[in-house]
């Protein structure tokens, strides 16, 4: 007699882990803000006047630092839905609100990688013409890197927030 076919296996991540994940994303993302916020760099013109180079002259940083602060905000919303997921079992929102991870994980994870690669190609324009040892350039590409860490975390997210979609049948 024939076997019944299997159903396909469930793939399930515990709620704490995808708390984790979400938990380093926000830590990343702190951490290059910080960085990129504080990056100042002081020159001497020919002049003898002092000229302070900060991140919002330079739009791929204020970039970076809009980007940063959007990713911050959705990873602390969703860590607080997380939070409730991980004290109660019950989703927030129910299985509905599963489709606002999904899209929002993805828009947010794409967002991210945007503003570390605008961040890293202008720093590398700017090190071909300044040099490799600009302090105010390696610190731009230390917060840019934090970025694309978070990036990847939120990508982990987004792979998390797929298994949880409602199954169709």
């Excluded at 927030?92 to 489709?99: H, K, S, V, Y």
């Amino acid at each position: 007699m024939a076997q019944p076919p299997l159903p396909p296996p469930t793939s399930t991540i515990p709620p704490f882990v995808g708390l984790i994940v979400r938990i380093l994303t926000f830590i990343c993302l702190l951490i290059s803000l910080i960085i990129i916020a504080t990056n100042t760099e002081k020159s001497i013109d020919e002049d003898g006047n002092e000229d302070k180079t900060k991140f919002n002259d330079f739009y791929a940083y204020r970039y970076l630092i809009s980007i940063v602060i959007i990713g911050m905000a959705y990873t602390l919303l969703q860590s607080a839905f997380s939070i409730f997921f991980v004290a109660t079992g019950n989703r927030f929102g129910g299985e509905g609100f599963c489709l606002f991870d999904f899209y929002g994980d993805k828009f947010i994870s794409y967002f991210l990688v945007t503003g570390a690669a605008a961040s890293f190609g202008m720093t590398q324009e700017f090190k071909r013409l300044a040099g490799s040892d600009n302090k105010f350039l390696n610190t731009s590409n230390a917060a840019a890197s934090l970025c694309l860490i978070g990036f990847f975390f939120a990508a982990v997210s987004s792979i998390f927030s797929s298994y949880n979609l409602p199954k169709r049948a």
